[in-house]
């Protein structure tokens, strides 16, 4: 269960680094994205720059705990951090099943309650 969540996470996260990539590009509108409220191109870069980040610092994370990175981090931090993770996904579905966008609620809903239950799934492993 511990492989299977810590891959869907890497998957999945790695998925959306792609997404936030291509609407940083304005290859994909960024109405589709944080719940559709974002109302200019500065607000988006800055938006998408975070999100940007913060995925790439999970990816790290989940790479750390799978012992996949031989990066020297106490386990607590490393557990600490997946909670963390898991509330900020959980504050993301929230946003999702709240957005404008129908497409969002529908597809990322879902998907965001999938990483929250996979970084539950790690942290307690942890």
Do not use: C
Not at 76 to 82: G, K
């Amino acid at each position: 269960m511990i492989s299977i969540a810590q891959w869907g996470l890497l998957i999945l996260i790695s998925l959306f680094l792609i997404l936030h990539f291509f609407i940083l590009l304005k290859w994909i509108p960024y109405n589709l994205v944080w719940g559709g409220r974002l109302k200019s191109d500065k607000e988006m870069y800055r938006f998408e720059t975070f999100s940007i980040l913060m995925n790439s610092l999970f990816v790290i994370i989940i790479l750390v705990q799978g012992s996949l990175l031989a990066i020297d981090i106490p386990k607590r931090i490393i557990t600490f951090a997946l909670w963390l993770m898991m509330g900020l996904f959980l504050l993301n579905t929230l946003g999702n099943a709240t957005s404008k966008n129908k497409l969002e609620q529908r597809i990322f809903t879902p998907i965001t309650i999938l990483l929250a239950i996979f970084s539950l799934i790690l942290a307690l492993s942890s």
